[in-house]
Structure formats: C-alpha cells, structure tokens
C-alpha cells in the first residue's frame, strides 16, 4: 500500500534560519503530493501541493519539488519566522481499490522557530 | 463563513457512555471523512462517505458508526467509549475528480474519555 515516510520532530531553528522537512514516499502509480500544516489547537489546511513529476509548489515561502526518481517531495523556506511554529504533514493522494482518492499522511513534523 | 464545521469543539465523558460528533460543510463538496489524531499528532483515516455512501471503512471499531443524511453532513456516533478513545478528531471534505485530492479540515473535536 501507499505509505508516506518524513523526518521526526520536533525541529527547533532560529528565526530567519533555513528549513528543511525531509519526505519520502512508497506509491503505486502517479500519486499527488501535499504538505498540510496544522498551527496549534486548529485543524491542518494545505500549504501547497503538486501534481505531476519535477512540479514545484510553493506558498508563503515554502517550496517542494516533486522528484520522482527519488520519490521524494522535501520542504524548504529560506527563511523561518516564529509564526511558521505548527506541525506539518507530507501527503499523498491516490485511488483505493474503489477508484476513489484516498489521502495518506505521513507521521507529522513539529517545527519551532524561537526568536 | 466557516468551511467545514464540527460540533462540540471539546467532549468530556465517562467511559462507558454513548456520544456524536456532528460535521457539517459548506463547501458543496460530495466527499467528507473523519481522522483521528492522537496525542503524537497521528492522523489516521477512520471512514469516507461520497454523495452519502460509505467508500472508506478502515480498520475502526464497530462502536463506531458513521451516518450521512446528506452530502453536507457527516456525523460519528461512538458507543460504549473506551479510555484509548480520547483524541481529536477531525471532519474533512473534498470535492470531485481531481480536486477530490485536496482536504478541508475542520477545527476537531477534542474527546477526554476519564
């Protein structure tokens, strides 16, 4: 089955550091890929997300390249602010036996950005 | 306007008795789910309804029974709660074809089971 595996927290940086969250992948098939992140006491909502092999996406300075060969999909920010503090979640999405999609995330990352 | 909707936000109860949680969303999306989250933050899939039938059930104890009386709303009722229960769970939606992929959660519900 689908699995998604990323690097365990908790992550601490300073701010204005360099963020890297590993994320590997086993899939069949081309899945999608998402980082969701969950800021405290909230539900996760998608920070970005990609679709096809060697895509990048990005939002409020997070990127992550789609590596297919590597099946791999790290997030990056050059530059972390204390409001970026909230777990994140690698993702994949694809079909179950069913034909429908079906998310599977992977363990989840605390990141703490101190000033 | 709120996207995806839970209710209550947080539940304390004794073992042994009966709860739901209600979901509701506004999205138009035909797809919605229920997670649960545990204390280390793992996210675990339990049950999907699309257009109100069941298409994924995973591994999650009969006491647990999930009703959807229209696409909008998918509710959990839990019976005969257990210690190992307390945790956040968390409604989501999605919609058709692709965009199936992308979740919207909502705030959770914090269960304490004592």
């Known amino acids: 089955g689908n699995s998604v595996t990323q690097m365990e927290g908790p992550v601490t940086l300073s701010e204005e550091a360099f963020l890297t969250i590993n994320c590997t992948y086993t899939?069949?098939?081309?899945?999608?890929l998402f980082w969701y992140v969950q800021y405290p006491g909230e539900g996760l909502q998608l920070l970005l997300k990609?679709?096809?092999?060697?895509d990048k996406g990005s939002n409020k300075g997070f990127e992550a390249t789609y590596r297919k060969e590597t099946t791999s999909f790290h997030l990056e920010k050059g530059s972390v602010q204390v409001s970026d503090s909230a777990v994140y979640f690698c993702?994949?999405?694809?079909?179950?036996?069913?034909?429908?999609?079906?998310?599977?995330f992977g363990t989840g990352t605390k990141l703490q950005v101190i000033p | 306007d709120t996207a995806v909707s839970q209710t209550p936000k947080y539940l304390v109860t004794q073992m042994g008795n009966d709860k739901s949680i209600k979901c509701e969303q506004n999205?138009?999306?035909?797809?919605m789910y229920w997670y649960k989250q545990d204390s280390k933050k793992f996210l675990k899939i339990m049950f999907s309804?699309?257009?109100?039938?069941?298409?994924i059930n995973e591994t999650v104890p009969n006491r647990f029974s999930p009703k959807s009386p229209d696409k909008a709303h998918l509710n959990l009722h839990i019976n005969s709660l257990e210690l190992g229960d307390s945790a956040v769970y968390f409604c989501?939606?999605?919609?058709?074809?692709?965009?199936?992929?992308?979740?919207?959660f909502g705030p959770g519900t914090r269960l304490l089971v004592l």
């Open positions: 309804y699309n257009n109100k039938e069941l298409i």
């Open positions: 990609a679709t096809k092999a060697d």
């Open positions: 989501a939606s999605s919609g058709e074809g692709t965009k199936q992929e992308t979740q919207y």
């Open positions: 899939a069949t098939g081309y899945p999608s």
């Open positions: 999205l138009g999306h035909d797809t």
């Open positions: 993702a994949l999405s694809g079909p179950n036996s069913g034909g429908y999609q079906k998310v599977t």
